[in-house]
């Protein structure tokens, strides 16, 4: 290992564009709020990015203004005990809420009202847009020339140059790391402004804003010493824009509709927007920011954050997909850092909804595993400590499936309301997350404070999953199995949910995670439960079809589309003795072979090189990271693109980071650089190997 000269690093990918990208708008933010620009380095044309609609919805824009506390739900609340059904388990009936119709949103999918409320609510709220204005004509696409757009990664600035109705712009944006506030600097002359639109909440899949209910929502204006409030309520939600622009005249044009027109008409004008979540404001607003004051703390931030994290240098490489590996190591902790917040994050982050803003737990792995191994453990805490706030209703939920413990629900808002599905709620795979993150974040700090803050989240989880393994006594010894219902990771095998059983990832993962959960509390000096090591120990064998691992042991077997999850038996797993190496080493080269990765996802490509990588296999590691095909797509601003309605998906960008970790800092007693071969020279510091 030779140290990295992070500077020049970061330097190098820089996201520099010359035109409009469609697909790779920019983004400032803080993990708890974002704001995503256009070529003027605003929102003024959110037409020209379009995101796909599904089900017959409206399309959205990637533009979004977005935070981890702005949420809105439709008016007629519905409780989630009114879609629960019961189904037949192991341990006597157990409740699951369950979707009576199809996943579709439109008219013929069978869901009832409650079902369709629930699913659709919370829903993440657009807290607004923020363009350009010249007075006069509304500008045109086409009006938008000579564009020179550059995200500066080491201060977490874009300067955006371009002309505008042939007249030459420079705009720079920034966002406050610790106030969800963003400082703008416009240059240019002429009559300029910001013109600001707010829409009403949406239940639409991917389109966080409706605009076709004015009347639903209201906006008022305050003037203060320095500039403006506008204070929006919606039914329950309410927040607050704070615009500090002295001198400048602000004016309603429409309903929730302003223009914010520049005191000048010459020289830099200086305007900073912070949005607060409640109204009234007065005591929320302690000290008004300038636009200095946000680009230097933006400055300070960004700085510290590729100073004081890992990294990993490919430059000097000899194969030539290097520099490309290395650009998306470098912009994928950028995306995943704009959204390590006091939420799990949504699988689009804080750009634009998908699954209406809701963040799904077995995500969360995929999301920001990669943070504590990287020398970043403060940016997990933020997110972490958000399992205690809903551990009475996991607990209430594990409770109607006759279990002691917590069960953490799949698809979630903030309070933890799981969405009723024929597939998130039989989902068991995210329920050993919490003892996995937790473990990441001993093994970056190890002592007793880290165990006491993380042990009740630990111990909660693994008494759950002790208590949901079921004796089953049909062999020659009693072994434990998982299910039915469930459903696997690979979720083709929805259907079969009532009586699938034992799948090969699951199983390990249970058995590993409480082995970990056991030497937590002999850390602490307590007893562990003879029912841990008992489930850990005896777990039902891994079911094998023609000496390859199958996804689990009840049949259809061998569907060969989505996740390929038996790969992570061993690779996002450590080593157990669960698994057999020849056996997955003969599982790996058969999903090679002939599975469907076009209907894979971004995070798969990164699970199988994690699987090559612990078999010793660092060629194919890095062949399976850079597998060619359409869900491994990463954009020229870093995202992982999946399709068009999923332009940007970020378990694939903490995935990534995640695995080539892995490939670089290695694991327990394993070789140096395990996931990198002939041909390649690897330098890494800040970064610890996984279990």
């Given at each position: ?28 933010g ?36 977005m ?5 809105h ?50 829903h ?75 829409p009403?909440g ?6 966080a ?58 020289g ?17 607003v ?61 699988e ?16 969360h ?9 990287w ?11 958000w ?109 079969t ?28 000096g307590?007893?562990v ?5 008992d ?14 691992y ?119 007693g ?22």
């Open positions: 290992m030779t140290s990295v000269d992070r500077s020049r690093l970061v330097a190098r990918h820089g996201v520099r564009l010359g035109r409009l990208e469609p697909e790779s708008p920019l983004t400032v803080n993990g708890d709020f974002c704001f995503t620009v256009d070529p003027t380095g605003l929102q003024t044309f959110p037409d020209a990015y379009p995101v796909e609609s599904r089900y017959g919805e409206p399309a959205g824009t990637l533009l979004g203004t935070s981890q506390w702005g949420w739900s439709s008016p007629g609340r519905v409780e989630l005990e009114s879609t629960m059904r019961e189904y037949a388990s192991p341990h006597g009936p157990a409740l699951y809420a369950d979707l009576g119709g199809s996943l579709s949103a439109d008219a013929a999918s069978g869901q009832s009202r409650q079902e369709e409320w629930l699913r659709n609510n919370p993440r709220l657009d807290l607004g847009r923020i363009g350009l204005w010249l007075g006069g004509t509304t500008p045109t696409v086409s009006s938008l020339t000579e564009i020179d757009q550059q995200l500066d990664l080491a201060r977490g600035l874009i300067t955006s140059a371009f002309r505008l109705q042939d007249r030459p712009f420079r705009v720079q944006t920034a966002a406050h790391p610790a106030r969800d506030a963003i400082g703008i600097r416009i240059e240019g002359s002429g009559v300029r402004g910001l013109r600001f639109a707010f009403y949406s239940e639409a899949w991917g389109n804003a409706d605009w076709t209910r004015p009347d639903a929502h209201r906006s008022e204006v305050q003037r203060t010493s320095d500039g403006w409030l506008i204070e929006r309520r919606l039914d329950e939600a309410a927040y607050t824009l704070s615009i500090t622009a002295p001198g400048a005249e602000l004016a309603g044009v429409a309903p929730h509709e302003y223009v914010l027109e520049a005191p000048n008409d010459t830099a004008w200086d305007v900073v927007v912070e949005f607060l979540p409640a109204v009234p404001v007065a005591a929320t302690t000290s008004p920011l300038t636009t200095n004051s946000v680009f230097s703390a933006s400055d300070r931030h960004w700085t510290r954050f590729w100073e004081d994290g890992g990294a990993i240098e490919l430059a000097d490489s000899d194969d030539p997909r290097a520099g490309e590996l290395e650009r998306r190591i470098v912009l994928s902790q950028y995306a995943t850092a704009l959204t390590a917040g006091s939420l799990p994050p949504a689009t982050g804080l750009m634009v909804n998908s699954w209406r803003g809701k963040f799904h737990l077995e995500m792995l995929w999301h920001h595993g990669w943070l504590a191994p020398g970043r453990p403060q940016l997990l805490e933020r997110s972490l400590p399992y205690e706030t809903i551990l009475d209703r996991a607990r209430e939920t594990a409770r109607g499936q006759g279990l002691p413990g917590a069960r953490w629900p799949k698809q979630v808002g903030p309070e933890g309301i799981e969405a009723p599905s024929p597939i998130g709620p039989f989902l068991i795979w995210q329920q050993p997350h919490p003892i996995h993150l937790a473990e990441l974040l001993y093994r970056a700090r190890p002592n007793r404070e880290t165990l006491d803050r993380w042990a009740a989240i630990v111990f909660d989880t693994a008494e759950f999953m002790a208590a949901y393994a079921a004796v089953d006594a049909a062999g020659q010894s009693p072994r434990f199995s998982l299910g039915p219902p469930l459903v696997p990771a690979q979720e083709s095998y929805a259907d949910r009532a009586t699938a059983s034992d799948p090969t990832f699951e199983l390990v993962y249970w058995s590993w995670a409480l082995d970990v959960a056991a030497r937590w509390r002999t850390r602490l307590l007893t439960p003879d029912r841990w090591r489930v850990a120990s005896k777990l039902a064998p891994l079911p094998v079809r023609d000496g390859c199958a996804a689990l042991s009840t049949p259809p077997y061998l569907v060969r589309d989505d996740h390929p999850s038996m790969l992570a038996a061993l690779g996002v797993v450590p080593r157990t003795p669960l698994v057999d190496p020849a056996t997955m080493r003969r599982t790996l080269d058969d999903v090679l072979r002939d599975w469907d990765w076009d209907s894979a996802w971004g995070w798969d490509f990164p699970m199988a090189a994690m699987t090559a990588t612990r078999l010793g296999e660092p060629a194919l590691a890095v062949d399976c990271l850079l597998m060619e095909r359409p869900k491994n797509t990463y954009l020229a601003n870093g995202h992982n693109r999946q399709n068009a309605s999923l332009p940007i998906y970020l378990p694939g960008n903490g995935g990534l980071l995640l695995a080539t970790g892995l490939m670089a800092a290695g694991f327990d394993s070789s140096p650089t395990p996931g990198f071969g002939t041909g390649w020279r690897v330098r890494h510091d800040g970064i610890s190997p996984l279990p």
